[in-house]
């Protein structure tokens, strides 16, 4: 099996990042970072499963087992929990609830029962689930398949996005299918069919079907990939690259448009000084229409410069989905690309695993340490270099 210097400096991270209450979002000392996050946490469990490494595993399971803890009464999972000896301290969103936050919990309770191959783990949680999926029925507020999001109501959460995101309705695709692979009921794999056809009839190019917003939906001329969000207010047409990633891996789309996307990822990040595929493409600018919203929509500093953070910065993270996404398909050669791509991001500043790069600059930004950094590593390493595969 290979090992290198860069997945053994991943694995050092993540353990450094372990709590007993399950993984921080980053080993570094830094109060918003010191918390169990859902999505953080769940995302660095993949990554445990992926290692096989027995400390991070149970890592993992702390951490599912803090979030289902203070799920709230009505099913809403905590965006981040934070343990301070006498008290506990239970966020669910900041300026906006996190929505990502219910369907990652999904996703991590179901792939680490697929990996130890219990379903008893996942009875455990089963309650849990129930009050989960009860949530996001009631989120489509219209009850025709497609979750509606607030602005700052996911992981980009000082970015632009809201109303009928691309990413949540993928990762809630996700969601259902994982748990169905243990549930086995009709009724999840109709509704897994519903929203992936509302998905093809609303953010794909060409599509027969009734659209939510037909008038929207002809003005953004959808061509290569999705577009990252619509709302009543019309399309927002930037490329997603995680949302487009989670499409490929889900199968979402023709075989032709599933190509043109390939195509349009794979060009991109090989335009970029880093190879790294930015989050958000192209940046929105100070002239741009949308520059008010997102330069207001920050709760303590303004972070999103154009070819930073959300507003076209590259972030490994996501550069590990997209190279699962690339494996998928079958580009073995070009997610090897991008695993290298992200270790040399990751190893900047002798190994701090930064949270993001200016795409422009190649200079990091943000958090160093950040421990989904380090995840992007060892879940790409571990699909290339053994036959480790997720629940998709």
Known sequence: MIRDINYTKAIELLRKSSSPEGFLASAQNISNY?????????????????????DLILTFEKTLETLAKNQHH??????NVMNNGDT??????????????????????????????????????EDNI??????LEAWEFNNKHLLYVPLSGNWADEYITDGYVLYDQLLRIWALKSYNHFAKNDSIASKIEKITEQIEINFTPNSIGEKYHERAYNEANIQDFM?????????KTQFDAFANSLALMLNIGNSNFQNSILEHSIQLSK??????????????????????????????????FPNEFHNGGSWSMVNGFFGLALLSKGKNN???????????????????????????????????FCAWSGAATVMLHQNIHTNFKFLV
């Open 34 to 54: 010191q918390r169990v996050w859902a999505r953080d946490g769940v995302i660095c469990g993949l990554a445990a499963l992926a290692s096989g490494d027995a």
């Open 74 to 79: 009505n099913g809403t999972i905590p965006s």
């Open 88 to 125: 506990i301290e239970v966020s669910y969103g900041g300026l906006a609830g996190r929505v990502d936050a219910v369907t990652w919990f999904i996703i991590g309770i179901c792939q680490y029962a697929f990996y130890k191959k219990d379903a008893t783990f996942l009875k455990k949680y």
């Open 130 to 135: 129930q009050k989960c999926l009860s949530l």
């Open 227 to 235: 577009p990252c969000s619509f709302s009543p207010a019309g399309y």
């Open 271 to 304: 335009e970029r000084p880093l190879q790294l595929i930015p989050a958000f493409w192209p940046p929105i600018q100070e002239q741009d229409l949308d520059w008010n919203l997102l330069k207001n929509n920050c709760k303590y500093e303004f972070r999103n």
């Open 334 to 368: 070009e997610a090897l690309t991008i695993l290298n791509a992200i270790n040399e991001a990751n190893s900047v500043e002798n190994y701090s695993f930064y949270e993001n790069f200016n795409s422009e600059t190649t200079a990091p930004n943000g958090v160093p």
